[in-house]
């Protein structure tokens, strides 16, 4: 599959506990986007790298968030204490530039 | 930053009848205008996409339309069928944010048979 993958696919946690999340975008893709989806609403744009780089960070990102790109391949999505308003599915994206973004499936997290 | 309204929330056709969701967006500089489709549960899947150097695009049922003058851009779907029934968003970016995609706040499009 040369599709984007992320894992986990559900995470549960107990508020104050932080959780780590991983995409691997597609290959030859140079641009990665993380994205937080609630309930009814469209995707909301979190971060993004191009290669290793993190070129930019929403507002919605408090300090708790983190998201490293290292080697300019896979990602990873930290959050640490994580809150009941944290619960979301985190959506990760890849494209060449700024051409169609393909999302992967996502991952559900639910704070307890 | 980027706004974009999209209209309506719901929409319900019967089988074989045309759909037409429109948004507008708030950032001039916008030159790139993707539809997705969610199903439940499923990630977004891009349908069709339009870039501001182009006034219309057409893919088989599915044909997209962009108003630069206006700052809206429609998804128009001719004989739905059932399988259509999705949750639609629009959205908009600029070269200026990187490809950065901002979304309309999405379409539950229902198809009965």
């Known amino acids: 599959d040369t599709g984007v993958s992320q894992n986990p696919r559900h995470k549960i946690t107990k508020r104050g506990q932080n959780v780590t999340f991983r995409c691997d975008p597609i290959?030859?893709?140079?641009?990665l986007y993380w994205y937080r989806q609630t309930l009814g609403q469209g995707p909301e744009f979190l971060t993004y790298?191009?290669?290793?780089?993190?070129?930019?960070k929403s507002r919605l990102l408090s300090d708790r968030f983190s998201a490293e790109r290292p080697k300019g391949s896979f990602s990873t999505l930290e959050i640490q204490r994580t809150e009941q308003g944290d619960s979301a599915m985190y959506l990760c994206?890849?494209?060449?530039?700024?051409?169609?973004?393909?999302f992967g499936p996502g991952t559900r997290l639910l704070v307890l | 930053g980027e706004n974009v309204e999209q209209h309506p929330s719901t929409l319900s056709v019967q089988e074989g009848d045309s759909a037409v969701i429109k948004c507008t967006y708030s950032?001039?500089?916008?030159?790139?205008f993707p539809w997705y489709k969610q199903e439940l549960g499923k990630r977004p899947q891009l349908i069709i996409d339009i870039r501001s150097n182009v006034g219309e695009k057409k893919d088989q049922r599915i044909a997209v339309t962009l108003n630069k003058t206006a700052k809206h851009f429609s998804l128009h779907i001719t004989e739905t069928q059932p399988e259509d029934s999705a949750v639609y968003f629009c959205a908009a970016s600029t070269v200026t944010s990187y490809g950065k995609l901002t979304f309309g706040q999405g379409t539950i499009l229902t198809v009965h048979p």
């Open positions: 290959s030859e893709h140079n641009r």
């Open positions: 950032d001039s500089a916008s030159n790139y």
């Open positions: 790298f191009q290669n290793e780089a993190q070129l930019e």
């Open positions: 994206a890849s494209s060449w530039y700024q051409e169609t973004q393909y």
